[in-house]
């Protein structure tokens, strides 16, 4: 078992272009989150999996967030048309559904929007 | 509404002794966390707690009341190394984690 692993761990990108993240969580975890944190804050939710369903996105994510599980396995974010705003950490995390644990953190993806 | 309200910045001594507090409102309650996380890096989990008391693990112990919605993360024996944002999160009745926006703590020599 090697933890949960995200890729790329910076990006730097233009504004308005399209970037993708992955995240690979820990094999028998089946619930999957992905936050984003800037500076300062805590993590800010964005969207989870169980296994391959997506149950919740937060209303604050916009249409141009979007993700996806497609075997339940690793799971992708994608944001288009970036912005700015957008430059912060994301951060993915696994864990076993409906057990009382934590969860467990990849190291995040760095997005520089420019 | 759900809430986590812990204080933005403390300052201690190597070698002193710590206390981080956190209260909380959560729809439902499952358990409260403790993570650590260093500038640039991703949270590490350092306790739970989802009955009242307290639980010790070496340097660190976290200590839950849940009458009053109340925690704290007690650091003993400073290191320089301590230096770092502590997060408090809630797990709320959907098992998801509410978080607070976390205590930085500078450590002086």
């Known amino acids: 078992d090697t933890g949960v692993s995200q890729n790329p761990r910076h990006k730097i990108t233009k504004r308005g272009q399209n970037v993708t993240f992955r995240c690979d969580p820990i094999s028998e975890h089946n619930r999957l989150y992905w936050y984003r944190q800037t500076l300062g804050q805590g993590p800010e939710f964005l969207t989870y999996?169980?296994?391959?369903?997506?149950?919740?996105k937060s209303r604050l994510l916009s249409d141009r967030f979007s993700a996806e599980r497609p075997k339940g396995s690793f799971s992708t974010l994608e944001i288009q048309r970036t912005e700015q705003g957008d430059s912060a950490m994301y951060l993915c995390a696994s864990s076993r559904a409906g057990l009382d644990y934590g969860y467990t953190f990849g190291s995040g993806t760095r997005l520089t929007v420019v | 509404g759900q809430n986590i309200d812990q204080p933005t910045e403390m300052t201690a001594t190597e070698g002193a002794i710590v206390q981080i507090n956190c209260t909380y409102q959560?729809?439902?309650?499952?358990?409260l966390f403790w993570y650590q996380q260093h500038a640039g890096e991703a949270p590490t989990f350092l306790s739970y707690?989802?009955l009242d008391g307290l639980e010790e693990k070496g340097r660190f112990s976290s200590f839950l009341s849940r009458s009053k919605g109340y925690s704290y993360l007690l650091l003993k024996e400073l290191q320089m190394k301590d230096s770092a944002s502590y997060l408090c999160?809630?797990?709320?009745?959907?098992?998801?984690?509410?978080w607070g926006a976390g205590t930085k703590l500078i450590i002086k020599p």
């Open positions: 707690n989802v």
């Open positions: 999160a809630a797990m709320d009745s959907n098992y998801q984690l509410i």
């Open positions: 959560t729809s439902g309650f499952n358990g």
């Open positions: 999996f169980q296994n391959e369903a997506q149950l919740e």
